[in-house]
């Protein structure tokens, strides 16, 4: 009797039937180490964007201080095509003779507000010119990956406030991001000297004057603006959503134009445009 319940508790039946539940136990946990690993990429995948929109503005508000704002407005077409090339390299849309021809018009109208300012703006050299030409060049680059990551993160979202969940994500990130820079260069002279000369050693001094402009960015450029930003990705691809940002110099001359009609000209910052702004 005892050698038969021996020779039945090792049957061949017995003995595939534990290896089929030791396999489905670990088909179990390795498919939930999976999502695990996957649920982690996709959060950290969020926080992406604001270290693309820190490097974003870091190095335009540097690179205008090292090189010159003309400089600045020539880079920023170029957003476009860094976002239409990587768009089509990883597979996100495809190159068509439309997005081709649109992408032309976009960089003859950058070469005619370059060529055809007439002298206008900051055509000198700045305090080191190929570094700041450097910075633009990376300024564009982390505003394309910021686009195509966004577009990326929301294609897929159900949430209708899903895309302010993203951007309000993203702003965690370059705030923490750029105070943690602001402290590091505001304790070293030297750096603050180099990227602000004009504030005479104090790197926190911010005119009286200026705190109207810094709300309107904060505002209408910043929560509003992104806002409308990310919720365009979530049904428009990158390419068409960064095409978007050559229109500025329009909206720009528009609203000028209408100010000085209207006899408004704070401390006569405004001009009537020139010829060059028919490349707008």
């Not at 305090?127 to 910075?135: A, F, I, M």
Request: charged share 10%.
């Amino acid at each position: 009797f005892s050698s038969s319940s021996q020779d039945e508790g090792n049957s061949p039946e017995r003995t595939n039937s534990l290896a089929s539940e030791d396999e489905s136990t670990f088909r179990g946990e390795a498919s939930v180490r999976t999502a695990h690993s996957r649920s982690m990429r996709k959060l950290a995948l969020r926080f992406v964007p604001g270290v693309f929109i820190f490097i974003d503005q870091f190095c335009s508000l540097t690179g205008v201080k090292l090189a010159n704002a003309t400089s600045l407005a020539a880079w920023q077409p170029s957003q476009v095509t860094f976002t239409l090339f990587i768009s089509v390299c990883i597979g996100a849309e495809a190159l068509t003779w439309r997005k081709t021809i649109g992408l032309l018009f976009v960089l003859a109208g950058a070469a005619c507000l370059v060529l055809l300012g007439g002298g206008q703006g900051s055509m000198h050299g700045g305090l080191s010119p190929r570094l700041g030409q450097l910075l633009f060049f990376v300024n564009c680059m982390a505003s394309s990956l910021e686009v195509i990551v966004w577009r990326n993160l929301l294609r897929h979202s159900r949430s209708p406030f899903g895309h302010m969940a993203v951007m309000a994500e993203s702003y965690l990130m370059a705030a923490t991001l750029m105070s943690v820079t602001c402290i590091a260069v505001s304790n070293c002279p030297a750096m603050v000297d180099l990227i602000c000369p004009e504030c005479g050693g104090d790197a926190w001094h911010l005119p009286s004057e200026a705190l109207w402009a810094v709300g309107y960015s904060v505002v209408f450029q910043t929560i509003v603006g992104y806002c409308a930003q990310a919720w365009a990705l979530r049904y428009a691809e990158s390419s068409l959503v960064a095409l978007y940002a050559t229109t500025q110099p329009i909206f720009a001359t528009g609203l000028s134009c209408a100010l000085l009609l209207l006899g408004i000209n704070p401390n006569g910052s405004l001009a009537w445009p020139g010829p060059e702004m028919g490349g707008a």
